[in-house]
């Protein structure tokens, strides 16, 4: 066999291995990994059971149901609306594996936007998955996703996107992310669709309080705080005093009247729900950050915002400890039980409770792994 026959033979099993090993990746990431409900799921739902057009697409989402014995209010958890922000994923989670309700209902949604989870941000760096170690020595991995919906699901993207309601103008690549999208269209883009699906759960649930979990870069204005919409207002200024009794300080910050697409503005006018946003800091998400690896992600360690720290650059506190996933898991899940208990207080008709939400100390001490199933 001639030299360059050997070659290109070696090439083409090479590019075959590559092909083979990717293509599987490709396939795992399309497949959700594990979540162990608790006892305290009564029952889990597709979001296709309020918009029935979802039915067998990637939209059509888990919704885990939590209904006390006692009549009460009703609470919907977003998670997942950015899937390249785990915070928001890895509490639902948890409320999943350990809550329990005794006084009316929690509805969580893991991943809101069940499409982003099937692929990863090209040229970002980002790890394709991520693992928490449990104290018996097991390990849950989880997906690291996309901030927008999968492009084989929603594509092409236009120049310009309009926000259909409002006629607002914005980027382009916003047309496939879901916080952009909101109230939703029945006859919208495939992202349009999904929030039209959840703004159904909200109306048709009749849900008092919704809240939106998301993460945001160290030099983001709005970081390690809490979006609401003008009606909910009252209600999150008692969560920022609870938490700051807790020694967890957190911003408030109103909602836009003239920003369009999100969840605290959009179903906060469209239903009856106190809707808001909440925001955790996450250097995996920054432009200033350095490798974006698993590391990055789990412990938000990087020197290179320890020194925008020092030149001013940041607006939350940034030291050599960073911020690891407990500390942003536990702002969020202390955030849920705030605002609960406040809606409880203001309406006491709609009073929600839960028990199980492991406190934000224990997750620090314990890590998070100890509260998962």
């Not at 998670?79 to 009316?104: D, Q, W, Y």
């Amino acid at each position: 066999m001639k030299k360059h026959h050997i070659t290109a033979l070696i090439i083409g099993i090479i590019t075959l291995a590559v092909c083979f090993v990717s293509g599987r990746e490709f396939l795992e990431h399309r497949r959700p990994e594990l979540i162990i409900e608790g006892p305290g799921v009564t029952s889990i739902q597709k979001l296709s059971a309020w918009y029935p057009d979802l039915a067998g697409s990637r939209g059509d989402t888990d919704v885990y149901i939590f209904k006390g014995a006692e009549e009460g209010g009703s609470v919907l958890v977003l998670g997942g609306t950015h899937p390249n922000e785990p915070s928001s994923f890895l509490s639902a989670v948890v409320l999943i594996e350990k809550a329990v309700v005794t006084r009316g209902t929690l509805y969580v949604i893991p991943r809101a936007n069940n499409s982003g989870f099937t692929h990863n941000d090209p040229q970002e760096g980002s790890p394709s998955s991520y693992r928490i170690s449990k104290p018996d020595g097991t390990v849950r991995t989880f997906r690291y996703g996309s901030r927008a919906t999968n492009p084989l699901d929603q594509w092409p993207d236009p120049d310009v996107y309009i926000h259909a309601s409002s006629g607002q103008r914005l980027s382009g690549n916003e047309t496939r992310n879901l916080n952009r999208g909101y109230p939703g269209r029945v006859n919208g883009t495939f992202t349009e669709r999904i929030c039209y699906g959840i703004t159904e759960l909200v109306k048709n649930e009749n849900i008092s309080l919704t809240i939106d979990l998301h993460e945001a870069s160290p030099e983001y204005p709005v970081i390690n705080a809490i979006v609401a919409h003008e009606r909910a207002m009252p209600l999150a200024s008692m969560v920022v005093l609870g938490l700051e009794i807790q020694d967890i300080l957190i911003g408030l910050e109103p909602s836009p009247k003239n920003l369009h697409g999100l969840t605290h503005r959009e179903l906060g006018d469209a239903t009856n729900t106190f809707s808001v946003l909440m925001e955790t800091a996450n250097a995996a998400q920054g432009r200033l950050r350095g490798r974006t690896d698993e590391a990055l992600v789990l412990t938000g360690q990087d020197p290179y915002y320890v020194k925008a720290q020092r030149l001013g650059r940041l607006y939350v506190p940034y030291d050599e400890k960073g911020h690891p996933i407990e500390e942003r898991v536990g702002r969020h899940l202390a955030g849920i039980a705030e605002f609960i208990f406040a809606l409880s207080m203001e309406e006491p008709e709609n009073e929600v409770d839960i028990e199980g939400i492991p406190a934000y100390y224990d997750l620090q001490e314990k890590g998070l792994g100890s509260f998962l199933n």
